[in-house]
Structure formats: structure tokens, C-alpha cells
């Protein structure tokens, strides 16, 4: 039987180092803040507001949220984002994606400043982690994989790890995490053609498709890590993610729950970025 485990551990050695951190610069005269820029009112955005609002203000980081209607201009949200931009209280800003339809990410990715930028919008950090330069801010939830496995003590290096997926938010960049971490990385997406094959090779699964329970005991190599980033609501109304849990358990060694598992770490990995962007900020 595998063992479950829990993001709450990793979440909590996160915050305690940063606590500590945020103290010193208070010391210093200096308060990390973090801006939330939000578009409209939608759920997921919602949620995740709430757990960094909460996360952020137990480690002492502030917060301003800055809430746009939905149906803001193009020219006025640029003009918003800018003022974010400059102002000096400011350390981290993060933008929730995707945007309504009037709004083009291909234009605004440019405007945010890539040094507030620490969820990675910022075309010069896609840039840095594709290179592995770590002065950069790789998104959050992808980091909070990593900092999973690394808590968990599973060793990256040379091991066959499969990604389910390939967007900009998950897939993708958690394949170059993972490959700077020197695993041999598989990317499957829709159109991959039998994906249990490919998959149950993989010590390590990390599974990012946004389809409730898809992944299923045949998918998994027996032994092998499974990360599941997915966020779903079930028939019974439930959050749950893309891996069958019980299912899988009994054939991996590790398995990631949801909820308590990736989401709640990604929290603390936003926050650590805002620390991060303060200390540089002031030259620390
Ligand atoms: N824990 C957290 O903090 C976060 C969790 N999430 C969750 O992660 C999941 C993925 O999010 P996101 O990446 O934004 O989703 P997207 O919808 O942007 O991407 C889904 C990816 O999965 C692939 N895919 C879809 N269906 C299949 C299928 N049947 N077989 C194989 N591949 C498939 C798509 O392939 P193709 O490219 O070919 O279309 C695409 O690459 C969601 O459940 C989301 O809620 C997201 C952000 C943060
Ligand atoms: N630029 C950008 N980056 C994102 O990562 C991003 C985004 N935009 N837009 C919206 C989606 C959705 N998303 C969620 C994250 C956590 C919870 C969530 O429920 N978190 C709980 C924990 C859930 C659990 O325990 O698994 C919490 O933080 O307390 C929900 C949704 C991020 N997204």
C-alpha cells in the first residue's frame, strides 16, 4: 500500500523559514507585499485568493488585492498594471489567468515588470526557466511539485518521470523543473497515443489535465511517485483531482491527495517568491 502524502508538511517547513525571514526585514524597516490582481469574480480565482490572503498574512507578507470588472478595457487594465509596476510598496504581483476576452495575454505579458513578476507571466522568465537561471520566478504550482518531491526525499535525478500535459501553468514548466532537476522527462497531451503505455514506465507521474479521476491504476508503474496538480469538483460536488486516489494507492509508492496535496503548497511557494522579489528588490 502506497503512502499518502500530505502538502501540509512542506507547506509548513516553507513557512516557518519565511516567517523567520519576514522578521529580519521588518528589522530592517522593510515589509514584503504582495498585489493580487484579479478580473472579474470567478471561482477558482476566488479560491485561490483566499489561501494566499491567509498563507501571506501568517508569515507577515502583506496584501492589497486590486479587482478589476469584468469587462475592463484593454487600454485601462495596461494603464492599471503599469501604476502596479511602479509602485515601490509593491514587491510581488500576481495575475490570475486566463482573462476574459477582451483582454490579449500575448500584449499584457510584456507590461508586467518580470522583476514582481512571480508567477512567471513575464515572457523574460519563461525565458529563465527554460534556461535553468534560477534569478528568475518559476510559476508556483510547478515549484510546489518539486518542493514535494524533494520533501519527500525522491530522487530526481535519472529517473523516468511522465508529465500529463502541456500548458503554460503546469505542464510545460514543470517538465523543465523536473528536467533541471535531471530526470529523463516524457510529455504526454491529447493528442498522445497510448498514454497507459507511456505513463506506466514513469517513477515519477506528475498528471496536470484537468479531467477528474482520468488517471487510473493502469496508467502507474508499480512503485512509481504519482503528483496529482488537479483541481476538480466531482458529481457530489466535491474538490477532487486527476488521479483516481484510491485507484492508484495501492500500486504507487507515493501519492499526492487532493485536496491538502499541491494546492496547499502552492500558497507558500508564492509567498516565498514575494520574499525573494523584496530581498532583491532592496539589494539583500
Ligand atoms: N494545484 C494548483 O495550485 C493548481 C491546479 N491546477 C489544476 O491543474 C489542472 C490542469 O490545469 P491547466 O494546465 O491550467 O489546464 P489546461 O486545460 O490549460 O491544460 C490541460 C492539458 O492537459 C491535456 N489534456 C487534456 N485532456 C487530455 C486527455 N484526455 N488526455 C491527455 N491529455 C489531455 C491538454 O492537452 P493539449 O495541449 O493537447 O490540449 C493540455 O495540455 C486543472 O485541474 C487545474 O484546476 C491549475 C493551476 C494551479
Ligand atoms: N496566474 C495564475 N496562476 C495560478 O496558479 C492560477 C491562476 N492564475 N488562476 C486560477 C487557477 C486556479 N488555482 C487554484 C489554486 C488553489 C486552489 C485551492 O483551492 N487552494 C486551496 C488548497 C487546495 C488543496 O488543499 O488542494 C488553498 O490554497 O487553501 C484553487 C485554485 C490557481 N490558479
Redesign the pocket.
Known amino acids: 500500500m502506497g503512502e499518502i502524502i500530505k502538502?501540509k508538511p512542506v507547506a509548513d517547513a516553507i513557512s516557518e523559514v519565511l516567517t523567520a525571514e519576514v522578521n529580519d526585514l521588518k528589522g530592517k524597516g522593510i515589509t514584503p507585499k504582495l498585489a493580487i490582481v484579479r478580473v472579474g469574480a470567478?471561482g477558482?480565482?476566488i479560491?485561490?485568493e483566499?489561501?494566499?490572503l491567509?498563507?501571506c498574512s501568517s508569515i507577515g507578507i502583506e496584501t492589497e488585492v486590486k479587482e478589476y470588472p469584468e469587462d475592463i478595457a484593454q487600454d485601462a487594465f495596461i494603464e492599471e498594471l503599469k501604476k502596479i509596476n511602479q509602485d515601490k510598496t509593491v514587491n510581488g504581483i500576481?495575475?490570475?489567468?486566463p482573462f476574459p476576452k477582451q483582454l490579449d495575454e500575448e500584449v499584457i505579458k510584456y507590461v508586467i515588470a518580470a522583476e514582481k513578476d512571480v508567477?512567471c507571466?513575464s515572457p523574460i522568465n519563461v525565458a529563465k526557466l527554460m534556461e535553468g537561471d534560477k534569478t528568475g520566478f518559476a510559476?508556483?504550482?510547478p515549484t510546489a511539485v518539486i518542493e514535494i518531491l524533494k520533501h519527500y526525499n525522491v530522487n530526481m535525478k535519472g529517473a523516468n518521470a511522465a508529465v500529463i500535459g502541456r500548458s503554460m501553468?503546469v505542464g510545460k514548466p514543470v517538465s523543465m523543473l523536473l528536467l533541471n532537476e535531471n530526470a529523463t522527462v516524457t510529455i504526454c497531451h491529447s493528442r498522445t497515443k497510448n498514454m497507459p503505455e507511456v505513463t506506466s514506465k514513469a517513477d515519477i507521474l506528475v498528471v496536470g489535465v484537468g479531467k477528474a479521476k482520468m488517471v487510473t491504476a493502469d496508467y502507474v508503474k508499480e512503485g512509481a511517485v504519482v503528483i496529482d496538480v488537479g483541481?476538480n469538483v466531482d458529481e457530489q460536488g466535491n474538490?477532487c483531482g486527476d488521479v483516481d486516489t484510491e485507484a492508484c494507492v495501492g500500486k504507487a509508492s507515493m501519492i499526492t491527495p487532493?485536496?491538502?496535496?499541491?494546492?496547499?503548497v502552492?500558497?507558500s511557494i508564492l509567498a516565498k517568491h514575494v520574499v525573494a522579489a523584496c530581498k532583491m528588490q532592496n539589494n539583500l
Open positions: 502538502g470567478k477558482s480565482d479560491a485561490y483566499k489561501g494566499a491567509k498563507r500576481l495575475i490570475f489567468r508567477d507571466f510559476p508556483c504550482t501553468v483541481i474538490l487532493v485536496p491538502a496535496g499541491v494546492g496547499s502552492t500558497t
